[in-house]
């Protein structure tokens, strides 16, 4: 079955950029019609839909966040990478990575675990 696993640091210091990362295993993120997504949960507050990129290559983003957010892929590698920028402590949240068939879903039919990102100086 399809697996996602997030990957970065967990403290970053506010003004700089975060990257993380989504390994998949057990699927392709080419294969089907799947959108691969980020999502994150500030503490207290909801689930925010941040971005997806789709099994073709294309990147959508939520207008909110979108001056500040690249999702990329590496299909070598069946990963994809979010990067943000500009980073305040209001960015600390649990990021997760996830897969639907469904744009702008922040209740994935399939999601990694989520790590935490601390934004502090």
């Known amino acids: 079955q399809v697996q996602l696993q997030e990957s970065g640091p967990g403290l970053v210091k506010p003004s700089q950029t975060l990257s993380l990362t989504c390994t998949v295993s057990g699927g392709s993120i080419t294969a089907g019609y799947y959108y691969w997504s980020w999502i994150r949960q500030p503490p207290g507050k909801g689930l925010e839909w941040m971005g997806s990129?789709?099994?073709?290559?294309?990147?959508y983003y939520s207008p909110s966040l979108k001056s500040r957010t690249s999702i990329s892929r590496d299909t070598s590698k069946n990963q994809f990478t979010l990067q943000l920028s500009s980073l305040t402590p209001e960015d600390t949240a649990v990021y997760y990575c996830a897969r639907d068939l469904l744009l702008k879903t922040t209740t994935p039919r399939l999601r990694g675990q989520g790590t935490q990102v601390t934004v502090s100086s």
């Open positions: 990129i789709t099994y073709s290559g294309i990147a």
